[in-house]
């Protein structure tokens, strides 16, 4: 069983600041199948990051995710108010990583 | 447009039964592997269960296996989950979700059901 890990586990940032979330799976994970979901309060999971660094429709440029192997990364330039949320990782279709809550400073 | 409906939660006594709904519209149901997966209070996603999309092949997560069971109904476009022998800590928002062909990313999701299991 492939178990994701993010960090950090919260990340207190500025609007217009750059978040750097990391996700490292316990082996090697096929790229095409390492995704990305945004959740804010109240609300379902959003897709946002497929394939390692395919952006969902209808998601912001800001947002890009990177990596391989074992470690990927999403990245959110200029962030913007409506992008505090917390951000899971998963590998096809199973797992999800603990999350990143990613607060406003 | 593309929607998944969740229906069914509600509050359960320890050892119960309860079963769970998500009807899917907007695209060809039949077509896709489902999900469920449950966030229980303030906790972060765990992945519980899934069937493929001819309900050939199911698999569960070892904290619901041998008590929950997952099924669907294509002609109806709709995805059950049999909730067996329920524990305190299967309290949770229960989201169904769709599995992308490709990519394996889950979207949509539903907006979630809430099932409390208490005395």
């Known amino acids: 069983e492939i178990v994701l890990t993010q960090s950090p586990g919260t990340l207190s940032l500025s609007p217009g600041e750059r978040a750097t979330l990391s996700c490292r799976a316990s082996?090697?994970?096929?790229?095409?199948?390492l995704t990305w979901y945004q959740q804010k309060p109240g609300q379902a999971p959003r897709l946002l990051i497929y394939g390692a660094s395919n952006r969902a429709t209808g998601i912001p440029d800001r947002f890009s995710g990177s990596g391989s192997g074992t470690d990927f990364t999403l990245t959110i330039n200029r962030l913007e108010p409506e992008d505090f949320a917390v951000y899971y990782c998963q590998q096809y279709g199973r797992g999800f990583g603990q999350g990143t809550k990613l607060e406003i400073k | 447009q593309v929607q998944l409906v969740e229906s069914g939660g509600g509050v359960v006594q320890p050892g119960g039964s309860l079963r769970v709904s998500c009807t899917a519209s907007g695209f060809i149901f039949s077509n896709y592997g489902m999900h469920w997966v449950r966030q229980a209070p303030g906790k972060g996603l765990e992945w519980v269960a899934f069937?493929?999309?001819?309900?050939?092949?199911?698999d569960y997560a070892d904290s619901v296996k041998g008590r929950f069971t997952i099924s669907r109904e294509n002609s109806n476009n709709t995805l059950y989950f049999q909730m067996n022998s329920v524990r305190t800590e299967d309290t949770a928002v229960y989201y169904c979700?769709?599995?992308?062909?490709?990519?394996?990313?889950?979207?949509?999701w539903g907006q979630g059901t809430l099932v409390a299991v208490s005395s």
């Open positions: 082996q090697s994970v096929s790229s095409s199948y």
């Open positions: 979700a769709r599995q992308d062909i490709l990519t394996g990313a889950f979207d949509p």
């Open positions: 069937i493929r999309f001819d309900g050939s092949n199911k």
